[in-house]
């Protein structure tokens, strides 16, 4: 009788081991999460009509304004585009694929000396930082020489940068900047825009308007940027729950060891 105790005993103890593997093992595992996706109008003069994978997600979408960030399954995602308010317009039908929990704008213009209409893919993420201020720079001027962006009595940020061209996250210190956008070739001052830039935002900063027609500007989109808390379960911070169920493995195998040692 006392063999059959001890025997179910130490069952217990395995099957209780084998459990604790197992959630430690979960609560491991990367969690992975949704992707988001905007459209940004930088189509001047005309408004757009915005689908994403079949949904109607604006149907007057301005020019210089963006759509909310949607929520999607890492994949392939159709988005649909048309102006407004326009004869036979053009329309732009392209798949764009997403990554794990990355966040993309896709915006709409013209393609070089009007010849129709024009999109990019971007993604939008830059490193996580609590101090520093991220730049995400995009030229998107239409008519635009290649173009070099510094900072007044500066560094500079991004060289020789043509129409459609997309640039690396810089991280600067927090503080007021003037931005200053000159051509490659001449050194010509085309545009600059005063900016206050704060620690733990990025700024997706887009060049656009018309260069021959006068109308040059910089949109800047601001997201926060901070890193997030450590992950938890039920309440408790991954790691904390980690360890404790490393050390109560640990006390359930010496326990295991003593009773078949007995």
Not at 62 to 81: F, I, Q, T
Not at 103 to 114: A, H, K, L, S, W
Not at 204 to 210: A, C, S, W
Request: net charge negative.
């Amino acid at each position: 009788m006392r063999s059959d105790n001890r025997r179910g005993q130490v069952e217990g103890i395995i099957q209780i081991f084998g459990c604790f593997v197992l959630i430690c093992y979960l609560v491991s595992l990367p969690a992975y999460g949704l992707s988001s996706i905007r459209v940004l109008n930088l189509l001047p003069d005309r408004s757009l009509e915005v689908w994403i994978d079949g949904r109607l997600v604006d149907s007057e979408l301005d020019y210089l304004e963006s759509s909310s960030y949607l929520s999607k399954s890492p994949g392939d995602h159709r988005v649909v585009a048309k102006p407004r308010n326009v004869d036979n317009p053009e329309v732009v039908n392209s798949k764009y694929p997403l990554r794990d929990e990355k966040e993309y704008t896709v915006i709409f213009t013209r393609e070089e000396q009007d010849r129709g209409l024009e999109s990019l893919f971007l993604i939008d993420n830059c490193p996580l930082s609590g101090n520093m201020a991220q730049i995400k720079f995009t030229d998107a001027l239409i008519g635009s020489p290649p173009l070099d962006v510094s900072i007044k009595y500066g560094p500079t940020l991004y060289k020789n940068f043509s129409y459609l061209t997309n640039g690396g996250c810089v991280s600067v210190p927090p503080n007021e900047y003037t931005l200053v956008f000159t051509d490659s070739s001449s050194g010509e001052r085309i545009f600059s825009k005063k900016l206050t830039l704060e620690g733990g935002y990025r700024y997706n900063l887009f060049l656009g308007g018309n260069l021959s027609e006068g109308t040059t500007l910089l949109h800047t989109l601001q997201s926060e940027n901070k890193p997030e808390e450590a992950p938890k379960v039920f309440g408790i911070e991954r790691s904390v729950l980690q360890l404790f169920g490393a050390g109560l493995i640990a006390s359930l195998v010496i326990l295991l060891l003593a009773q078949g040692g007995a």
